[in-house]
């Protein structure tokens, strides 16, 4: 999912010698156009890193981060994992958070082989591009289906218009996934507009879509997009729900659309409502430290190094990158807060839930849960 870079390397500080700490580097997206992304992960990761320090460390040595900020721009996720290796010695990368970023920043730690774990691009390409590279998040292939499926099935819907970002493979991904499945339901893609990333005048394709009548507005893009369209497609008379994917999620989301967006529905990875254990006590812990409820962002960076701290510790003593590797890929019923974590032989998590979230008068309610 998402644009925003958010990498996080695990480095020793000596390799001769016995170190007291292993070196983390985040760079990431902490400003920029979809800055709320790589705040929602840092706070996650930096949460689960005070944990595993209090609870001594790997082996013994705590992690250390050092963060830097990419502004959420793809071309410097590369030079940022550049950097990172060839300077810091890293032996894990975590990052990135949108999958147009994990597609630049993910050739490179294949080469250099460093496992990269990304907590929520959902693009399934970003793990094929080579045996180091992890995802935490499920993959678009799985979300537009669960989305064409509850728009038909529960919806009741027939008729639907989509709108995407053609510079953004999150965006063009998931509708791809999503059409053929709404079509085999009986659906119809009546209208198909497209805008860029930093538009912001939205009204002449949303009048073409009007114009089509759609009883479903399909927007998979994110939600600094996703506010304004909604908006302007009031103003323009349209009723339809505007229905996306985890891309909308953001606490900016609600501020920016207002009550335009109330009646729109989008696919999410966790509900912080959720009474399960696991997420009670994630959600305890992140409002005690950051004074707010965590979205899927924060859940997901934390559950990357709940996940990579867990690889270390089973890699054994003075593991190298190979070692690691083969110690994440191995990950077999590792229970997080978004789910249950065992690998497939792409290196995706499999047998994840999606979460639908329906927005109204401004509050995010949890509409469904769909198991896999």
């Given at each position: 999912?998402?644009?925003l870079?958010?990498?996080v390397?695990?480095?020793?500080?000596?390799?001769?010698?016995p170190t007291?700490?292993?070196v983390?580097?985040?760079?990431g997206?902490?400003t920029?156009?979809?800055?709320?992304f790589?705040?929602?992960?840092h706070?996650?990761i930096?949460l689960?890193?005070e944990e595993?320090?209090?609870?001594?460390?790997?082996?013994?040595?705590?992690?250390?981060v050092?963060?830097?900020?990419d502004?959420?721009?793809?071309?410097?996720a590369?030079?940022?994992?550049?950097?990172?290796?060839?300077?810091?010695?890293?032996v894990a990368?975590?990052?990135?958070?949108?999958?147009?970023?994990?597609?630049?920043?993910?050739?490179?730690?294949?080469?250099n082989?460093?496992?990269?774990?990304?907590?929520?691009s959902?693009?399934p390409a970003?793990?094929?591009?080579?045996?180091?590279?992890?995802?935490?998040c499920f993959?678009?292939t799985?979300?537009g289906p669960?989305l064409?499926?509850?728009i038909?099935?529960d919806?009741?819907?027939?008729r639907?218009?989509?709108?995407?970002?053609?510079?953004s493979?999150?965006?063009?991904?998931l509708?791809?996934?999503f059409e053929?499945?709404?079509?085999?339901l009986?659906?119809?893609v009546?209208?198909?507009?497209s805008?860029?990333?930093g538009?912001s005048?939205?009204r002449a394709?949303?009048?073409?879509?009007?114009?089509?009548?759609?009883?479903?507005?399909?927007?998979?893009?994110y939600y600094?997009?996703?506010?304004?369209i909604?908006?302007?497609?009031r103003?323009?008379?349209?009723t339809a729900?505007l229905?996306?994917?985890?891309?909308?999620?953001s606490p900016?989301?609600?501020e920016?659309?207002?009550?335009?967006?109330?009646?729109c529905?989008y696919s999410?990875h966790?509900?912080?409502?959720?009474?399960a254990?696991?997420?009670?006590?994630f959600?305890t812990?992140?409002?005690?430290?950051?004074?707010?409820?965590?979205?899927?962002?924060a859940?997901?960076?934390?559950?990357?190094v709940?996940?990579?701290?867990?690889?270390?510790?089973?890699?054994?003593?003075?593991?190298?990158?190979a070692?690691l590797?083969d110690?994440?890929?191995?990950?077999?019923?590792?229970?997080?807060?978004?789910?249950?974590?065992?690998?497939?032989?792409?290196?995706?998590?499999?047998?994840?839930?999606?979460?639908?979230?329906?927005?109204e008068?401004?509050q995010?309610?949890?509409?469904?849960?769909?198991?896999?």
């Open positions: 999912m998402k644009r870079l958010l990498l390397a695990f480095a020793a500080c000596a390799r001769h010698e007291r700490e292993i983390v580097g985040e760079y997206s902490l920029g156009t979809e800055a709320t790589g705040q929602s992960t706070n996650g930096a689960a890193v595993i320090n209090r609870a001594g460390g790997i082996g013994g040595q705590k992690i250390r050092i963060t830097e900020d502004q959420s721009k793809a071309e410097e590369a030079n940022a994992v550049t950097k990172l290796i060839s300077s810091n010695d890293v990368i975590l990052g990135e958070v949108a999958s147009s970023s994990s597609l630049a920043a993910a050739p490179i730690c294949q080469s082989k460093v496992p990269m774990i990304t907590p929520s959902t693009y970003v793990t094929l591009k080579g045996n180091y590279i992890f995802r935490m993959i678009d799985y979300q669960v064409a499926r509850f038909a099935n919806l009741k819907a027939k639907v218009a989509v709108f995407t970002d053609v510079r493979d999150y965006s063009t991904g509708a791809a996934a053929p499945v709404l079509t085999s009986g659906g119809t009546v209208a198909r507009q805008y860029a990333k538009d005048d939205f394709q949303l009048t073409s879509i009007k114009a089509s009548n759609p009883d479903v507005l399909f927007v998979p893009g600094n997009d996703v506010g304004p909604a908006v302007q497609a103003d323009l008379g349209m729900p229905v996306g994917g985890d891309g909308w999620e900016k989301l609600i920016i659309g207002g009550r335009a967006l109330d009646g529905m999410n966790y509900h912080s409502d959720d009474p254990p696991a997420v009670r006590e959600v812990k992140y409002q005690q430290r950051f004074g707010a409820r965590p979205d899927s962002l859940a997901l960076g934390y559950d990357a709940r996940v990579l701290g867990d690889a270390m510790r089973r890699a054994g003593p003075n593991f190298d990158r070692k590797r110690a994440i890929a191995a990950t077999k019923g590792f229970n997080v807060v978004t789910g249950v974590i065992t690998f497939d032989e792409n290196r995706n998590p499999i047998g994840k839930r999606v979460v639908i979230e329906e927005i008068k401004g995010l309610l949890l509409r469904k849960t769909i198991e896999p």
